[in-house]
């Protein structure tokens, strides 16, 4: 499964943990030269999640899409964000590297790491994903003519 898309996403969860995690700044050609930061997690977990995306069309104006869900989990998720924020972060196992072309000269890119990472509170406005697979429980979805959603306390 992938996603990469124009329109603005937005995701809030109530929780989130993970395993397996590596993090590395880049640059995203989405929608032009962006920072971003590419997360890669091998098993996912979101709970009480809700994500919305608002569209302007011609005529009809702002028509917004809210989808909630109770559960989902994912494996070998990698998701390319340009912020994330979050209540509270845990993690354990945590490691941190720089990738050296030779062993006097290092890339200057680097990659934070952790076995495990746990999340309250979290939002994120993913540029694009991708996964091996994802499930869901619990899904509901919602077309709206007008702008809104989820609000960061509203993900139930």
């Known amino acids: 499964m992938a996603f ?3 329109v603005p996403v937005t995701v809030h969860a109530a ?3 993970g395993s397996g995690v590596s993090a590395s700044p880049g ?3 989405h929608g032009g030269l962006l920072p971003a930061l590419a997360t890669r997690v091998e098993r996912a977990t979101v709970h009480d999640a809700c994500v919305t995306s608002t569209a302007r069309l011609p005529v ?3 028509v917004t899409a809210v989808v909630r869900i109770e559960r989902a989990a994912a494996t070998g998720l990698t998701v390319e964000t340009g912020k994330t924020t979050a209540g509270s972060v ?3 196992g945590a490691t ?8 006097d000269r290092p890339t200057g890119l680097f ?5 495990q990472v746990s999340g309250s509170r979290v939002t994120t406005q993913p540029h694009a994903f991708t996964a091996g697979t994802i ?3 619990g899904v509901a979805i919602e077309v709206r003519r007008a702008e809104g959603g989820c609000e960061p306390g509203a993900a139930r």
């Open 96 to 103: 941190f590297g720089t990738p050296q072309r030779a062993p």
């Open 15 to 17: 929780r989130v943990a």
């Open 4 to 6: 990469a898309g124009e």
């Open 90 to 92: 845990k993690l354990s």
């Open 135 to 137: 499930t869901s429980r």
């Open 111 to 115: 990659t934070v790491g952790a076995e």
């Open 27 to 29: 640059a995203s050609g």
């Open 60 to 62: 009809v104006g702002a």
